[in-house]
């Protein structure tokens, strides 16, 4: 204990898991206060940035960015850390300003826009333990209160800390008391299933914690990556903020007048306040519209989180696909709030832009799993998807956020019979699986079609990355460079022919089957094979932004299709150079090497998997055994195929290219 610093005191697992639920609240708002910032940041020159400023300015953006997702993987960890000792993860938290008493007197949590002052508030809150510094003089409370644990009382109370790393140490020696008064075992007495593992999120870090050993992984974790650990700090949230405050200092140096963010509303609201003090209501008719859906997308984001937690283990695929769905609609807030910072706040407050509020639903609490779990899940996300298409009509720079809410949505699955569960995807009869062309929502121009005696044959050109195995191995089924007809399904035994068809790995060519020709085998395995240089090859029962695509696909993985997240071949054209022999991970056997896998192309970003699957190389070796990844698709990746965000610091844009 630092000289000076009042002890954390804790007795029981009650009082345990309200400290973890103080540290669940200071993770949370910490990320809505760095997002708060990020999202304040000028984006393009039409906002009165030279090139080379908005150059340091979305340097800034990615820095702080990565800040606030491991503030968010803090949060999964504390979420963890309630699960083991039999608690529930904790996502709620109070509308901002967060009012005195709810933490220290010494920690003032606002929504202001980037600024030297939120730098310096940063810095504040991150440093290390024993580190001595005052706050910026705009986020000092009006008054000093404490906060202390009675002794000789069962109801347990919050308690005051110096430091973010002074908490989490007051946490372990919790930890280590109640191991020693219950028992290890008595005190990890949570179901290890209810947790989200890095499996389910693509957090590397993110680890379960199963016992005290676990549990100080997962506190040294969240204190390293803000404080830094002794000795190894310069990639710690202390340090980057840091770095941006001396990079800052020397821009506004030669450039006094240098104003990288727009002037945002500080604790903005969205309806009128009782108390107006330290509060800015936000009433221009556009910027509440955009608010009022950006806390709705927010809402439904914690919405998906809770519904992650306290899952059975054969429900892993609905755990994964929540975190998937929650993240992806993180990438769907992110050029909303950006949009929202853009706009006036109203007019009485002129020069003062509006921001994202960040309003809480009154309960966050996780909903029964079953049907009516997705049917409300399903239902809510297309009422926001709706209600986005009234606010982004075609040519509104934000016109692609209903397609892409509503993409989410097909993703969760409402039974069609209201008796069903929804625990398990109920699966289509084999006969019964159409084509990848048939299901894709595509420009009919792309397909030819043709009906011969035992198949209805198809070719999608959009998909075709020119393997050649049709022109190869079925050259009088498939004429290469002729006018008019040129797709003979009848010119070879239909069994020949079928193979030929699953040797296309984009899956450009698909049939549907006639009378006793056998449909396309469902794979006993579900694998991605890196190509040499190439795009990846999967096979499986594949969903690909929320749309069934049959069996087989080429993704793009160098960046430059003009058809994402397909491969069209650009890979040949721009001289992509990756190796399709990567090095083999440590991993064991599935359990289940088949079923559905889920490919969700986030935005601007890489490709998130979910389900079983086996990662090999072009000649067939194993590289990794996954149920879920994060794979680079944007080119850049110095860990390929896994994504490492480079994404964020080269620019990717994840749209098609006109």
Same mark, same amino acid.
């Given at each position: ?83 083991? &000792? ?106 290890? $299933? ?27 974790? &969240? ?97 994964? $696909? ?84 509503? $993409? ?47 198949? &209805? ?145 986030? &935005? ?13 190389? $072009? ?40």
């Amino acid at each position: 204990m630092q000289v000076g610093e009042p002890g954390i005191r804790i007795g029981d697992r009650e009082e345990l898991i309200l400290m973890l639920s103080e540290a669940a609240a200071i993770e949370h708002n910490v990320m809505c206060c760095y997002l708060y910032a990020i999202w304040s940041l000028k984006s393009g020159e039409d906002d009165g940035l030279t090139q080379a400023q908005l150059e340091i300015v979305r340097r800034w953006k990615i820095l702080l960015l990565d800040v606030a997702i491991e503030e968010m993987e803090h949060l999964a960890l504390v979420c963890n850390l309630m699960s083991s &000792i039999g608690g529930a993860p904790y996502l709620s938290r109070p509308n901002f300003p967060i009012p005195r008493g709810f933490h220290p007197a010494g920690i003032d949590l606002e929504l202001v826009g980037f600024s030297h002052e939120l730098i310096d508030h940063a810095i504040y809150l991150e440093r290390p333990e024993g580190v001595e510094m005052s706050d910026a003089p705009e986020f000092l409370h009006p008054d000093a209160y404490e906060r202390a644990a009675p002794r000789h009382t069962i109801m347990p109370a919050t308690q005051d800390y110096s430091t973010i790393g002074h908490l989490y140490r007051g946490i372990y020696h919790g930890f280590e008391v109640l191991a020693r008064r219950y028992g290890e075992k008595a005190l990890f007495c949570g179901d290890v $299933n209810d947790q989200v593992g890095p499996s389910d999120s693509g957090f590397a870090e993110l680890c379960l914690v199963t016992d005290l050993a676990s549990a100080k992984t997962a506190i040294e974790t &969240i204190v390293e990556q803000g404080e830094g650990a002794p000795g190894h700090s310069e990639n710690s949230h202390y340090q980057k903020f840091l770095r941006v405050r001396q990079e800052l200092d020397e821009v506004l140096k030669n450039d006094p007048d240098f104003a990288p963010a727009f002037p945002v509303a500080r604790n903005p609201v969205a309806r009128r306040p009782l108390d107006g003090t330290n509060r800015i209501w936000v009433t221009d008719p556009e910027a509440v519209r955009v608010l009022d859906l950006a806390n709705s997308l927010y809402a439904m984001m914690l919405r998906l989180l809770s519904q992650a937690y306290g899952r059975d283990p054969e429900e892993a695929g609905h755990k994964a $696909n929540f975190i998937s769905l929650a993240r992806r609609l993180m990438s769907i807030l992110a050029p909303v709030c950006e949009h929202l910072a853009s706009l006036p706040c109203g007019p009485e407050h002129p020069g003062v832009h509006a921001g994202m509020s960040f309003t809480m639903l009154r309960d966050t609490a996780r909903l029964p799993p079953g049907p009516g779990e997705m049917r409300f899940l399903n239902e809510r996300m297309q009422e926001i998807a709706a209600h986005a298409a009234h606010m982004f009509p075609a040519g509104h720079k934000l016109a692609n956020i209903p397609d892409a809410v509503r $993409n989410l949505a097909r993703q969760i699955e409402v039974p069609e019979n209201p008796g069903m569960s929804a625990s398990v995807s109920p699966q289509m009869p084999q006969d019964k699986l159409g084509p990848a062309g048939a299901s894709r929502a595509i420009g009919a121009s792309s397909i030819s079609t043709v009906e011969g005696a035992d198949l &209805i044959l198809s070719f999608d050109s959009k998909r075709c990355y020119h393997s050649r195995h049709c022109v190869l191995e079925a050259s009088k089924v498939f004429l290469a460079n002729v006018e008019g007809d040129w797709l003979f399904p009848d010119a070879m035994e239909t069994s020949d022919l079928r193979g030929v068809c699953h040797n296309c790995p984009s899956g450009a060519i698909t049939y549907v089957p006639k009378g006793d020709t056998p449909p396309e085998p469902v794979p006993a395995v579900n694998t991605l094979k890196v190509r040499e240089n190439g795009p990846y090859a999967l096979r499986a029962t594949l969903k690909v932004d929320g749309r069934s695509e049959g069996f087989r696909a080429s993704l793009c993985r160098c960046g430059a299709s003009k058809n994402k997240p397909f491969c069209d071949g650009s890979h040949n054209l721009i001289g992509f150079h990756a190796t399709g022999e990567p090095e083999t991970r440590p991993s064991e056997p599935l359990a289940v090497r088949d079923g559905e896998l889920d490919v969700a192309p986030q &935005i601007d970003g890489p490709l998130v998997v979910t389900g079983n699957l086996e990662i090999c190389t $072009n000649t067939g070796r194993t590289i990794d055994r996954v149920t879920s990844v994060r794979l680079c698709r944007c080119g850049g990746s110095k860990n390929k195929p896994f994504c490492d965000n480079t994404h964020r610091k080269i620019g990717f844009k994840s749209e098609n290219p006109s």
